[in-house]
């Protein structure tokens, strides 16, 4: 069994900041991608960031310079630092882990719960 949990999200005035966390634990052996993704009402989700075990990064249409992800792989963690925050970024953030469990091979896709980030203008 796995479990991601996501924390961090929040009201925030447009400009402001905001830092995600998201931590992976349970019998995991290694992790392949670690991400974001995001999902506002009547909206399909989207990539906001991952990040690969090699330390790749990949961002969201238009995203990158404002949003910027991290890793921690010893602590199977991975942040989300948010700046200049706009009202289009209000959504429910997902974070999303690729986990090989213990005595596994094959990797499998876990989400966590989501956690709302709401910009106010």
């Known amino acids: 069994q796995v479990q991601v949990v996501e924390s961090g999200g929040g009201l925030v005035q447009a400009g402001g900041s905001l830092r995600l966390s998201c931590t992976a634990s349970?019998?995991?052996?290694?992790?392949?991608?670690m991400g974001w993704y995001r999902q506002a009402p009547g909206k399909q989700r989207d990539l906001v960031a991952l990040?690969?075990?090699?330390?790749?990064?990949r961002y969201g249409d238009s995203l990158k310079g404002r949003f910027t992800i991290t890793r921690d792989s010893a602590r199977n963690t991975v942040y989300l630092q948010m700046i200049s925050l706009r009202s289009e970024d209000t959504a429910v953030y997902y974070c999303?882990?690729?986990?090989?469990?213990?005595?596994?091979?094959?990797?499998?896709?876990?989400w966590g719960q989501g956690t709302l980030v709401t910009v106010s203008s």
């Open positions: 999303n882990a690729e986990v090989a469990f213990v005595g596994g091979g094959n990797y499998y896709s876990y």
């Open positions: 349970g019998m995991i052996s290694s992790i392949n991608n």
């Open positions: 990040v690969t075990s090699g330390g790749t990064t």
